[in-house]
Nanobody, 122 residues
Framework: QVQLVESGGGLVQAGGSLRLSCAAS????????MGWFRQAPGKEREFVAG????????YYGDDPKGRFTISEDFAKNQVFLQMSSLKPEDTAVYYC???????????????WGQGTQVTVSS
């Protein structure tokens, strides 16, 4: 059974940084693709960043590009999202997800974590 568990969310002031972690079990990340999504209240789930396990190629959504960095540690079977220069509009629940496809579409990810709240104060 595949499980994804996020951690690292919290409250941070605008301009600050956070590092989210996603620990995976039941699936070896090297052979799959991982993504980070976020969902703010009243908004649709939004793609943030993705990484292709076999090549460690990364790709990003339009908004956080340049401020967020996705990475993986295969030894720990974890994926990370380093977020810098945070803005109040980055406030959302952040989810990690796993897919056999390199995609920006949420419906192509078959396993999801429970989410971690990130709140950026102005």
């Amino acid at each position: 059974q595949v499980q994804l568990v996020e951690s690292g969310g919290g409250l941070v002031q605008a301009g600050g940084s956070l590092r989210l972690s996603c620990a995976a079990s039941g699936r070896t990340l090297r052979y799959y693709n991982m993504g980070w999504f976020r969902q703010a209240p009243g908004k649709e789930r939004e793609f943030v960043a993705g990484i292709i396990g076999s090549t460690e190629t990364t790709y990003y959504g339009d908004d956080p590009k340049g401020r967020f960095t996705i990475s993986e540690d295969f030894a720990k079977n974890q994926v990370f999202l380093q977020m810098s220069s945070l803005k109040p509009e980055d406030t959302a629940v952040y989810y990690c997800a796993s897919s056999a496809h390199a995609s920006r579409r949420a419906n192509e990810y078959d396993y999801w974590g429970q989410g971690t709240q990130v709140t950026v104060s102005s």
